[in-house]
């Protein structure tokens, strides 16, 4: 029996929310993987990759349950072609919020949809710049907590958002999900909710 929901394969509370926001049922069960990056691989390539291995893994575990997909994204923030990843503690974070002032950088989030007839992917992407901080900004936007599970060391739909100039691109790719590329694949496997609920409220 086909079931009317899909997997996010993701503990990420703000792919959850954006999720929500265009109407999508579905259910949270996190992915474990690896997330080492290999040797010379390209960021969106890498962030492909994780983003096909999460919904792969989740996809496997919960065959039996016959989910009408799964859902997994990966994130990952670039400056100078370096990705800037999680911050570890308080000086990597505020070793990437320094090098992130007063630059542009770039944010890539991979999707990766896993359906019975196989998986489809897609990018969003954002170019972000920062206004110039200052180490007291700095230090005092590590002591909020919002940094510690954001890649580049900010939320840009929380407190970081103050750091934030302009944005060119995406700016749901910068929170973690591009809801416009989701909403494609999941209209490809003929699941646009998001529609539905569109036109019921007509």
Partial sequence: MKKDFIYLASA???????????????????????ESQRPGEPSEDFATRLAVEKADAVWDLKTAEAPLAVLGADTTVVLDGRMLGKPAD?????????????????????????????????????????????????????ATGEPFDKAGGYGIQ???????????GS????????????????????????????????
């Avoid at 919020?97 to 007063?102: E, I, K, M, V, Y």
């Avoid at 770039?106 to 992917?121: I, N, S």
């Avoid at 929380?158 to 060119?168: H, M």
């Fill in 12 to 34: 990420s509370p703000r792919r959850s929310a954006l999720l929500e926001q265009i109407g999508v049922a579905f259910r949270v069960q996190p992915a474990s993987i690896s």
């Fill in 158 to 168: 929380g407190k970081g958002a103050i750091f934030v100039e302009s944005i060119r």
């Fill in 171 to 202: 700016y749901s790719a910068v929170v973690g999900l591009p809801l416009a590329e989701t909403a494609q694949l999941l209209a490809s496997i003929g699941e646009p909710r998001w529609l539905r609920n569109i036109e019921d409220a007509a």
């Fill in 90 to 142: 308080a000086d990597h974070a505020f070793a990437m919020l320094t090098a992130l002032s007063g630059r542009v950088h770039r944010v890539v989030t991979a999707v990766a949809l896993r359906h019975a007839g196989g998986t489809a992917t897609s990018i969003g992407s954002a170019d972000v710049a920062f206004r110039d901080t200052t180490p007291a900004e700095r230090r005092a936007y590590w």
